[in-house]
């Protein structure tokens, strides 16, 4: 239980004492979810999201097919992108991002899937929404080198987050910021 | 002591005694120097921002003439756009945002003497780096409604910040990254 992400020796000693006294309630239909679970998830073998059939619900929704794609780095990612509610068409898990330290190269992520999804599929647009780290960025010049001729290429905008006030920002976004200005009249 | 922001009655104890305990060493200087501040510090007739003559660095410096004005809410927001050393034009600071429900208006803010500004000095550019809150917004809408026509005003871009991870942003910044999205192509 402490292997799991957030839970530290402690708190995992106190979770299992909580699932141990109540195993009736709680335990067994636990287990029984998570075997099956364990049994039936797996990643769409188009885009790398998680589901339960070889093809996850967004790739085999014919209304998500806009010709637009959106490049996340993690499941997490397309969940956040999910929650916001705002982007109509499919996407495409990297499975993380190119990384000359941990020498993960182009062959190690999803990348040639992409570009054969873009060149197979009739796409117009791919949106890069990876993280605004340096190994993000270095991936989204990457793909858009590979891409570059072939769709549009877009990447997420740069900037004060929605109720960011100027303060507290650091220097780097406060420069993004004022580079990526926009017009108002 | 314990009316200065940040500080609670508990750390305002600990600092009190403290002073006590160096007041040779630390008390005398400080007392000093805050006299000395008191003395001297003014609001810069022009800008806003706070100087020790009528007319602050900035505004006597013609180097930063260069024809931009940005528009900052308070002293501290000019100071966090000079730590990121990117802007070189003059600054207008408002003194707060428009708001309806402490009922503060243009009047009570220096927007009439920005409009002053715009029409006397030889403005190109007005940038609104306000905070990205309700209230910032607001203020500023009204004023680039008050200065179209008289010159170009543009915003801070809204985005991803430097270093931003999309799993941890909010929806509505994930919805203006994406809306706000640039080709990269």
Excluded at 106 to 116: T, Y
Excluded at 134 to 145: E, K, L, P, S
Excluded at 166 to 178: E, F, K, N, P, R
């Amino acid at each position: 239980m402490a292997r799991l992400p957030g839970l530290g020796p402690r708190s995992a000693r106190r979770a299992v004492l909580h699932l141990i006294q109540k195993r009736g309630r709680l335990m067994q239909p636990l287990a029984q979810a998570m075997q099956q679970v364990a049994d039936s998830a797996r990643e769409c073998v188009h885009c790398g999201n998680i589901g339960t059939a070889d093809l996850c619900d967004i790739c085999t929704d014919d209304r998500r097919a806009n010709g637009e794609i959106c490049v996340v780095e993690d499941v997490s990612d397309l969940w956040a992108m999910e929650r916001s509610g705002v982007f109509k068409g499919r996407y495409h898990v990297l499975g993380g991002t190119l990384s000359a330290l941990d020498a993960i190269g182009p062959e190690d992520l999803r990348i040639p899937l992409l570009v054969q999804r873009v060149a197979e599929e009739n796409i117009s647009e791919v949106i890069l929404a990876l993280g605004a780290t340096v190994d993000g960025q270095t991936t989204a010049h990457y793909i858009a080198d590979e891409l570059a001729g072939r769709c549009s290429v877009t990447s997420l905008a740069q900037g004060v987050p929605v109720g960011g006030e100027l303060d507290y920002l650091d220097d780097g976004t406060i420069t993004a910021a004022l580079t990526a200005r926009k017009s108002l009249s």
